[in-house]
């Protein structure tokens, strides 16, 4: 399985449009890995976790041909995760040649709740959205996804994911803090082969919506002692804001000494 996480911040971006922080104004002085977009990754090459408003950046900046995309899993309806407006575009006559080309899109009910017009009636030739249970598997294209429940926005239904490839399994688990316990327990009985890990609060902890450096280190100490991972398994710090106080020098320093890989827009992994 591949994974290449496209944007790897908060819903404000590293540096904040509208901050001037130490963390912000460092971004901005150095640049390079310093500087992040809203959170998307795209797996196999395929399939698109999130859209938020930076996915036409990412779709310029890494190549992404978005016309030879089918499938996008969708964790929670909160704007950098989740931005039907740019999906619209799909259909003529901003998009063309897409007849026959279907974009799926799943996520949780709370994307026709906050979104109720989505997809709207002149785009559901080219786009159709499948509402997804908690704890069920679905087959989505050649992966299996499973949604479990989210620990974030308490008014909205949010999801992370246990997805599986080629014999491989990923737990894509932001934006959450703490999982609930009926996902945890589905967590303790699998293994997985790599965590994609929300570092919202960066230095300092959370637990509650996000999680922090502090907080993933005593997730992944959980998920080692119940044999869900092992040495073998790779921890990814990502999902930053600037609140959270850690350049990414820090984070990285951070990530290394405590057995993470810390994220940049771009980073790749396969596993």
Same mark, same amino acid.
């Given at each position: 399985? /591949?994974?290449?996480?496209?944007?790897?911040?908060?819903?404000?971006?590293?540096?904040?449009?509208?901050?001037?922080?130490?963390?912000?104004?460092?971004?901005?002085?150095?640049?390079?890995? $310093?500087?992040?977009?809203?959170?998307?990754?795209? !797996? $196999?090459?395929?399939?698109?976790?999130?859209?938020?408003?930076?996915?036409?950046?990412?779709? %310029?900046? #890494?190549?992404?041909? =978005?016309?030879?995309?089918?499938?996008?899993?969708?964790?929670?309806?909160?704007?950098?995760?989740? #931005?039907?407006?740019?999906?619209?575009?799909?259909?003529?006559?901003?998009?063309?040649?897409?007849?026959?080309?279907?974009? @799926?899109?799943?996520?949780?009910?709370?994307?026709?709740?906050?979104?109720?017009?989505?997809?709207?009636?002149?785009?559901?030739?080219?786009?159709?959205?499948? %509402?997804? @249970?908690?704890?069920?598997?679905?087959?989505?294209?050649? %992966?299996?996804?499973?949604?479990?429940?989210?620990?974030?926005?308490?008014? !909205?239904?949010?999801?992370?994911?246990?997805?599986?490839?080629?014999? &491989?399994?990923?737990?894509?688990?932001?934006?959450?803090? =703490?999982?609930?316990?009926?996902?945890? /327990?589905?967590?303790?009985? &699998?293994?997985?082969?790599?965590?994609?890990?929300? *570092?919202?609060?960066?230095?300092?902890?959370?637990?509650?919506?996000?999680?922090?450096?502090?907080? @993933?280190?005593?997730? /992944?100490?959980?998920?080692? +002692?119940?044999?869900?991972?092992?040495? @073998?398994?790779?921890?990814?710090? *990502?999902?930053?804001?600037?609140?959270?106080?850690?350049?990414? +020098?820090?984070?990285?320093?951070?990530?290394?000494? $405590?057995?993470?890989?810390?994220?940049?827009?771009?980073? +790749?992994?396969? #596993?």
């Amino acid at each position: 399985m /591949k994974i290449r996480i496209l944007g790897t911040a908060a819903a404000e971006g590293i540096p904040g449009v509208f901050c001037n922080c130490p963390i912000c104004e460092h971004a901005r002085k150095n640049g390079g890995k $310093n500087i992040r977009t809203r959170s998307q990754s795209i !797996i $196999n090459d395929k399939y698109l976790v999130d859209f938020p408003m930076d996915s036409y950046l990412h779709s %310029l900046r #890494f190549n992404i041909n =978005f016309h030879e995309i089918y499938h996008v899993i969708v964790t929670h309806p909160h704007e950098d995760h989740f #931005f039907p407006v740019d999906l619209e575009y799909r259909r003529p006559p901003f998009g063309l040649d897409n007849e026959g080309r279907l974009l @799926n899109v799943y996520g949780p009910g709370s994307i026709s709740q906050r979104y109720p017009g989505f997809p709207s009636k002149s785009s559901q030739e080219y786009i159709k959205l499948h %509402l997804l @249970n908690a704890f069920e598997t679905y087959t989505i294209g050649d %992966l299996l996804v499973t949604p479990l429940r989210a620990l974030h926005d308490r008014n !909205i239904e949010c999801f992370v994911y246990i997805i599986e490839s080629q014999g &491989k399994r990923l737990l894509y688990n932001h934006d959450s803090g =703490f999982l609930p316990e009926d996902s945890l /327990k589905i967590v303790k009985d &699998k293994y997985f082969d790599c965590v994609i890990c929300d *570092t919202t609060s960066g230095a300092l902890r959370d637990g509650n919506y996000h999680m922090g450096v502090e907080d @993933n280190i005593q997730l /992944k100490k959980m998920m080692l +002692e119940s044999g869900c991972a092992d040495k @073998n398994t790779k921890f990814v710090l *990502t999902h930053l804001s600037h609140n959270g106080r850690l350049t990414h +020098e820090q984070l990285e320093k951070a990530a290394f000494e $405590n057995g993470f890989l810390a994220a940049y827009d771009g980073f +790749e992994l396969e #596993f």
